[in-house]
């Protein structure tokens, strides 16, 4: 359970997966742009789901230093390389997702992206927390 307020106007339909706004107020943490790979930056999985799964771990991890979880989320920026690949996934990203982040929808943008800085790459993703 979110300790923010998601924003959902009147009459507009409940997104799936994602928040369209969300109000929030305390100490705020971002992350940079977290990657699929482990802590020693090397590359283990080199499927996207796989990728995917390290960087929720990864992420939770760094909010973790902050004393923040996933119910502290507030914002999520992901970078695709290709997008046939993460809609052809997505059953296995929703999983992923809900098992490390629970039900915590926060706003949410999915950019496709003609490359990332590390050629081994398939996703990208940037975080805002904010603890209240």
């Keep these: 359970m979110s300790a923010h307020r998601v924003l959902l106007p009147p009459g507009w339909p409940r997104p799936r997966g994602y928040s369209n706004g969300v109000l929030a107020e305390g100490r705020t943490v971002w992350t940079g742009?977290?990657?699929g790979w482990d802590e020693q930056e090397r590359w283990v999985d080199r499927?996207?789901?796989g990728q995917f799964r390290r960087i929720l771990r990864s992420t939770l991890a760094i909010l973790a230093e902050a004393?923040?979880?996933?119910?502290?989320?507030?914002?999520?920026?992901?970078?695709?390389?290709d997008r046939r690949d993460?809609?052809?996934?997505l059953p296995a990203i929703g999983a992923a997702y809900r098992e490390a982040m629970g039900r915590n929808y926060p706003a949410m943008?999915?950019?496709?992206?003609?490359?990332?800085?590390?050629?081994?790459?398939?996703?990208?993703?940037e975080t805002t927390a904010?603890?209240?």
């Design 47 to 49: 499927d996207l789901p």
């Design 130 to 132: 904010v603890i209240p």
């Design 109 to 125: 943008a999915v950019v496709q992206v003609a490359g990332l800085m590390e050629a081994e790459a398939r996703i990208e993703i």
């Design 33 to 35: 742009g977290i990657i």
């Design 86 to 89: 993460y809609l052809d996934n």
């Design 67 to 81: 004393g923040a979880g996933p119910e502290h989320v507030v914002r999520m920026t992901w970078y695709v390389v």
